[in-house]
């Protein structure tokens, strides 16, 4: 096997990130107990981010990106995983401070991995990557709080989380409500992954009442801000919001009036440091809950070369479902 391997390197100059596909040998990988030879990574929005450069994502460079990876083990000093094993790595804060999945081989801590569950392939798995992981997260959340049947609403529902958790809920047998800035544009596409409806409106961008009209059993919020808020004053009585994201403002402006007068609970959900417990459970029922999401035509295939131009279009507001990365093509 050669020790040479391709990845997109993240530099800085002048005070700007430039990304290029560069050649690297295996004496480059930072420190790790288990080598991978990666087959697919993805692009998430805080991939985008950092790949463009937006907000502080990355603070040390070079910096190869891609919080996402799967792949077959190379070598291991961990007793935990041996040379053919098939792996799948989300979070820790790879691809932020530690060399990420955007490259054909990967040194990482073998904390950081789990097992590809039974029955789901590589190409699934980064189909799911991240965003699935989240997104059922959030799902799991809503139903240990109760919410077992009833309207749900889902926000930003045509990016990555959005777009796993309505086919999930939909495929759960969940009535769910899409919530999308271009709800006529994208009809078709989330009514496929399973929405019964499809809404918004130029009232989500403006501070609701402290109280609303009572429509939602439950929610995942991916956006945050004015949404959000607007959410849980229309949230029903003992209704739960699953908040993971933030993409419309790290600001919450609302009352304690959902909270102590209809007992709406706001459920905080991370993926990036999640106990490797629960996110084995997630994987799981990912690959029994949702095990056709190549039909679902969420997922679209790009090769390192496209990974800047894809995330240039992700941060205009102009990507939809999940863009997986296929790194040795």
């Not at 992954?193 to 609303?212: F, H, M, N, Q, R």
């Not at 739960?240 to 403002?249: E, H, I, K, P, T």
Request: proline residues 4%; aromatic residues 4%; contains cysteine.
């Amino acid at each position: 096997m050669s020790n040479d391997f391709q990845a997109l390197v993240l530099n800085q100059q002048d005070g700007k990130t430039t990304a290029a596909v560069q050649s690297l040998t295996q004496q480059d990988l930072p420190e790790g107990d288990v080598l991978v030879q990666v087959d697919y990574s993805s692009i998430n929005y805080k991939d985008a981010m950092a790949v463009t450069g937006t907000g502080k994502i990355i603070r040390q460079f070079p910096m190869v990106p891609g919080i996402d990876s799967a792949g077959t083990v190379i070598e291991s000093s961990n007793p935990r995983y041996q040379a053919g094993d098939a792996v799948v790595l989300t979070g820790w804060g790879v691809g932020e401070r530690h060399w990420g999945g955007l490259a054909q081989r990967q040194r990482v801590k073998a904390d950081w991995l789990v097992p590809l569950p039974k029955g789901m392939s590589l190409l699934t798995a980064m189909t799911m990557g991240t965003a699935g992981l989240t997104a059922m997260l959030c799902v799991m959340a809503l139903q240990d709080a109760g919410v077992a049947s009833g309207p749900v609403l889902v926000s930003g529902a045509t990016g990555g989380v959005g777009s796993v958790a309505v086919a999930v809920l939909a495929r759960l047998g969940y009535s769910v409500s899409a919530l999308s800035q271009r709800p006529d544009a994208s009809r078709a596409y989330l009514t496929q992954l399973g929405a019964t409806d499809v809404i918004g409106g130029p009232e989500w961008s403006e501070k609701p009442s402290p109280l609303g009209t009572q429509r939602w059993a439950g929610a995942v919020d991916v956006v945050g801000g004015t949404t959000l808020a607007r959410l849980l004053s229309e949230t029903q009585y003992g209704g739960a919001v699953a908040a993971c994201g933030l993409a419309g403002g790290v600001g919450l402006e609302t009352t304690v009036m959902p909270f102590i007068l209809r007992g709406v609970r706001l459920l905080g959900v991370d993926s990036v440091m999640c106990p490797t417990e629960r996110r084995l459970l997630a994987w799981q029922r990912l690959s029994t809950e949702c095990p056709n999401v190549e039909g679902l035509g969420l997922q679209r295939v790009v090769g390192l070369s496209e990974v800047l131009a894809i995330s240039q279009e992700m941060m205009a507001g102009r990507a939809h479902g999940r863009v997986v990365v296929d790194v040795n093509r």
